[in-house]
């Protein structure tokens, strides 16, 4: 494969890799403003708290989508060091995104409905950044990928000399069903 080839393949993955992650953050970010705006509603929880909470609930939600959707190829073999490794990392996306609406609500007074929403989406926006970077780089690493093991299985054992099998070289053999014999 040429070397613009395989940056288009490269390219193509991480294309497919950002719409699936970006699949699963939309579910979380519905699920995170539903939680956020029901507490909200049916608490008297301040703001920052009941967000809190409903980041809590997305970072399940989407560790479940990333696991077996968007990651799902990848290295499954530390399960506990990849949940702690997540857990860590979306506590830090929790700060970030709380940290915004908390600066937003407690510096600035800004703490209206629209204004706490408005907020709270930039503080994920911020958070998802962050988290797409951590989750790929460290979270779900991909599996190790054996280059050109395809090509090396196509090419024809040549020898110098006689056949591993016993026959010589000019036993009339054709290469075609010589090669079909050995990889049969």
């Known amino acids: 494969?040429?070397?613009?080839?395989?940056?288009?393949?490269?390219?193509?993955?991480?294309?497919?890799?950002?719409?699936?992650?970006?699949?699963?953050?939309?579910?979380?970010?519905?699920?995170?403003?539903?939680?956020?705006?029901?507490?909200?509603?049916?608490?008297?929880?301040?703001?920052?708290?009941?967000?809190?909470?409903?980041?809590?609930?997305?970072?399940?939600?989407?560790?479940?989508?990333?696991?077996?959707?968007?990651?799902?190829?990848?290295?499954?073999?530390?399960r506990t060091k990849e949940l702690t490794l997540f857990l860590l990392f979306s506590v830090v996306g929790l700060v970030i995104e709380n940290g915004v609406l908390y600066v937003a609500t407690y510096w600035f007074g800004w703490d209206s409905r629209l204004q706490s929403n408005f907020f709270k989406f930039l503080g994920m926006g911020i958070a998802t950044l962050f988290r797409f970077w951590s989750y790929r780089t460290w979270v779900f690493k991909a599996l190790p990928v054996v280059a050109h093991a395809e090509s090396f299985l196509e090419k024809p054992v040549s020898s110098g000399g006689p056949e591993k099998s016993g026959e010589s070289a000019g036993s009339g053999e054709s290469d075609e069903r010589s090669a079909a014999r050995r990889a049969g």
Do not use: P, W
């Open 1 to 78: 494969m040429t070397e613009r080839g395989a940056l288009r393949v490269r390219l193509d993955q991480l294309g497919r890799e950002v719409a699936k992650f970006g699949a699963v953050g939309a579910v979380g970010t519905l699920v995170n403003f539903g939680v956020f705006n029901l507490v909200r509603h049916l608490t008297d929880l301040h703001v920052v708290r009941a967000s809190v909470i409903a980041t809590v609930v997305a970072i399940a939600f989407n560790y479940v989508g990333f696991r077996y959707f968007t990651y799902k190829d990848r290295d499954k073999s530390g």
